[in-house]
């Protein structure tokens, strides 16, 4: 839902009807501006969420709030850096995916993927990397309880 917000404005001007199979159609020029949009939507709609002390609905649903190291409400510059640090996994995994595919391998970009989760696995605190690179941890609230 947040990508096709951020991607509503594009439709018209990449002539795609909103049909994802007619984007391989585009040039290198509106590729570009698309991923664009959905990188700025993305972004947008997770740091609003992420500062303030404001959370997406699955942190809501899971009681979970984004804090700092210390505890504090994270602010801006933290949230962007953890957006930022989001997407190290995935680049990771595209270009080890490009790579095997260069070598006459089979394209898993998927499988890869899975290396960016699995660093959690790893991590003495059981924090995901783009966490670990923001200074930033996902803590568990008391649920609120219900009055009546």
Do not use: K
Not at 48 to 61: D, N, Q, V
Not at 70 to 80: F, K, T
Not at 118 to 146: E, I, N
């Amino acid at each position: 839902m947040v990508l096709g917000f951020a991607l509503l404005p594009l439709v018209p001007a990449t002539g795609t009807r909103g049909d994802p199979s007619s984007l391989r159609s585009l040039s290198l020029a509106g590729r570009v501006e698309v991923l664009t949009a959905m990188f700025a939507g993305l972004g947008a709609y997770f740091m609003w969420f992420w500062t303030g002390g404001r959370f997406t609905l699955p942190m809501g649903t899971w009681h979970m709030r984004l804090r700092t190291r210390g505890g504090d409400v994270v602010r801006w510059p933290a949230a962007l850096l953890r957006y930022a640090a989001c997407w190290i996994g995935p680049v990771i995994a595209l270009t080890l995916s490009n790579a095997v595919q260069a070598h006459g391998g089979h394209r898993w970009p998927l499988g890869f993927l899975v290396l960016n989760f699995a660093w959690a696995l790893w991590d003495r605190d059981r924090q995901f990397l783009h966490d670990r690179v923001a200074g930033t941890r996902l803590v568990l609230v008391a649920p609120a309880r219900a009055s009546g």
